[in-house]
Nanobody, 124 residues
Framework: QVQLVESGGGLVQAGDSLRLSCAAS????????RGWFRQAPGKEREFVAT????????YYAASVKGRFTISRDNGKNTVYLQMNSLKPEDTAVYYC?????????????????WGQGTQVTVSS
């Protein structure tokens, strides 16, 4: 059974940075694509970023491109989301996800493994 545990969320001011981590346990996801999604109050869950098994291919939502960076350490079975120049509209619960395929995906339904989420709040 795969367990994904996010950490690193918190309350920051606009312009600050945060790094989220997502550690996998139970079943290795080293050779599988991972992703980050977020859900703001009253809104649908939306795609943020995805990375392939090796870390060589990444995709981002237009709203975060150039500010966020997804990366992974397969030795630690962990994926990261470095978030810079944070804006109030980035406020959401951030979820990490894993899938059984090696190629990245931007649709939530492509992922079978989900963490519980970590809250990120950006004040203006």
């Amino acid at each position: 059974q795969v367990q994904l545990v996010e950490s690193g969320g918190g309350l920051v001011q606009a312009g600050d940075s945060l790094r989220l981590s997502c550690a996998a346990s139970g079943v290795t996801l080293r050779n599988r694509a991972r992703g980050w999604f977020r859900q703001a109050p009253g809104k649908e869950r939306e795609f943020v970023a995805t990375i392939n098994w090796s870390g060589g291919i990444t995709y981002y939502a237009a709203s975060v491109k150039g500010r966020f960076t997804i990366s992974r350490d397969n030795g630690k079975n962990t994926v990261y989301l470095q978030m810079n120049s944070l804006k109030p509209e980035d406020t959401a619960v951030y979820y990490c996800a894993g899938r059984d395929q090696a190629v990245p995906a931007a649709q939530a339904e492509e992922y079978g493994y989900w963490g519980q989420g970590t809250q990120v709040t950006v004040s203006s």
